[in-house]
């Protein structure tokens, strides 16, 4: 069966101070990856997606970027945190086209920037 | 563009009450249709989902939702609510050849014993 994991689960880091979040999925090749960002009350704005290996795409200008150096692994970036990017950050993936099956997303990143 | 609006930004129930959360799209064709469901400081869980065919889908933990074309809306539904349906619901839309879903703000649902 297919599993997806995350990590850190809780992340408090300094302004300033640089991000790597991790996500991997396993019992899956070739799947598409995303990174949802969920601010405190609001829904989930979509901050990255990847259809293959070195693929990204950006949906909002901001201080994150992503990569992706392996099929099966999608990491969330930054050089410099900011109080803004405070929240809870949630990796899914899907099997090819994502809206046919919808995601499977992992237990989450709670992120404070203080 | 395609959007979702889920009206309710809360709803309080009582335990072994019926319930119903809504969901509108704009959409111009027939969307994929889906529903999802977090419990607090966790990731999202599929609850059920709409392609195509019936209009009335049943999902897991005894949800069911029904696609109304004429009103752009897909409504989820449990006939009885349990104290461990409080969580945090979100409507999401998708669409043939598209990477991405777009997701409604979320319900947040209160069971009251």
């Known amino acids: 069966s297919q599993t997806i994991h995350q990590w850190p689960a809780t992340l408090v880091q300094p302004v300033g101070s640089p991000l790597s979040l991790e996500c991997t999925v396993e019992g899956t090749s070739n799947p598409n990856l995303y990174w949802y960002r969920q601010a405190a009350g609001r829904g989930l704005q979509l901050l990255f997606y990847?259809?293959?290996?070195?693929?990204i795409s950006s949906e909002v200008p901001q201080n994150l970027s992503a990569s992706r150096p392996q099929d099966r692994q999608f990491i969330l970036s930054s050089k410099k945190l900011l109080l803004s990017d405070s929240g809870f950050y949630l990796c899914a993936w899907s099997k090819d086209r994502g809206t046919n099956y919808g995601y499977t997303f992992g237990s989450g990143t709670r992120l404070t920037v203080v | 563009a395609q959007s979702v609006t889920q009206p309710d930004i809360h709803i309080t129930v009582s335990e072994g009450a019926s319930l119903e959360l809504r969901c509108n799209y704009s959409y111009g064709a027939t969307p994929y249709l889906f529903w999802y469901v977090q419990s607090p400081g966790q990731g999202l869980q599929l609850l059920l989902k709409?392609?195509?065919?019936?209009?009335l889908v049943q999902g897991i933990k005894g949800f069911e939702a029904e696609f109304k074309r004429s009103q752009s809306s897909f409504n989820l539904r449990k006939p009885s609510v349990h104290w461990s349906d409080a969580a945090e619901y979100f409507c999401a839309v998708g669409w043939t050849g598209g990477f991405k879903t777009i997701f409604g703000a979320g319900t947040r649902l209160f069971v009251k014993a």
């Open positions: 709409y392609f195509s065919g019936d209009t």
């Open positions: 990847s259809v293959g290996i070195g693929q």
